[in-house]
């Protein structure tokens, strides 16, 4: 993965939780979602659960909060940083390493029964060979009758359109309000990405932060998943979840 990645989450790790209105409310309903399709796949809390794109820990934390025996990697040194404060805040023991999901190998001996990556990580690569590597080294840390569950952008709709900017969220907050939104300049299937935060909160701040993503459709991540080693996948849309992203749901 870039070193551009890195830097983008590094820059924008005391900053993320701000994307949320109510970032410890959102850990909770993340992890009773995500619970709720671990157990449809016949898995409960005793399942050893590999988070390859933690971030600063939203879902790590929260399906920890629940009973998982969880891991957590990411390539940002300042993400898992946050991550590793916001787990002591929660009283939850996790297991923290610095991995590259394109080469968990590297990092990784064992198995694990759930694999995740949520957040529209996997659509930082940004061609399809990087995507094939990508998913290949996930589907090799997936144990016998594991799962990988993971969250993309509807890039299928998206694509028909291209935006060029992602509608804002307006957060209100005890001494204003938070504005947060992205603008996306596209070239093909790829777009290079602007987050903006503004604290409106007497003295405007702004925060800003860029990084590139390539629109994934869901076929082409259901086939690299088919051949790397997974026989079902499934996709859970926004309307059936209640979660703003299309889930993947692919089984060993």
């Keep these: 993965m870039s070193s551009t990645i890195q830097t983008f989450y590094d820059n924008m790790a005391s900053q993320y939780d701000k994307l949320f209105m109510d970032w410890q409310a959102s850990t909770r309903e993340q992890a009773e979602l995500l619970n709720t399709i671990f157990q449809n796949c016949g898995y409960g809390n005793n399942a050893k659960l590999l988070d390859c794109s933690c971030g600063i820990g939203t879902q790590a934390i929260g399906l920890a909060l629940l009973g998982y025996d969880v891991t957590a990697s990411d390539i940002s040194d300042k993400e898992l ?106 070239t093909g299937d790829n777009y290079k990405f602007t987050q903006y935060i503004i604290d409106d909160e007497g003295e405007p701040q702004l925060g800003r932060f860029a990084c590139e993503y390539r629109a994934v459709r869901r076929k082409e991540l259901t086939e690299l998943l088919l051949k790397f080693g997974c026989g079902e996948v499934s996709w859970k849309m926004p309307e059936e979840t209640g979660f703003y992203q299309p889930i993947v749901v692919a089984g060993r």
Excluded at 125 to 136: D, I, S
Excluded at 159 to 169: F, G, H, N, T
């Design 81 to 186: 940083e946050e991550a590793k404060k916001r787990a002591a805040e929660n009283n939850v023991k996790i297991n923290f390493e610095k991995a590259d999901f394109c080469a968990l190998s590297e990092v990784f001996q064992q198995k694990f029964d759930i694999v995740i990556a949520m957040d529209n990580a996997l659509p930082h690569m940004l061609t399809k060979e990087a995507m094939e590597q990508a998913v290949k080294s996930i589907a090799s840390q997936i144990g016998s009758n594991g799962i990988f569950v993971a969250s993309i952008r509807d890039y299928d709709k998206l694509l028909e359109e291209k935006p060029c900017y992602s509608a804002p969220y307006i957060h209100k907050t005890d001494k204003g309000q938070r504005v947060s939104f992205q603008t996306w300049d596209w």
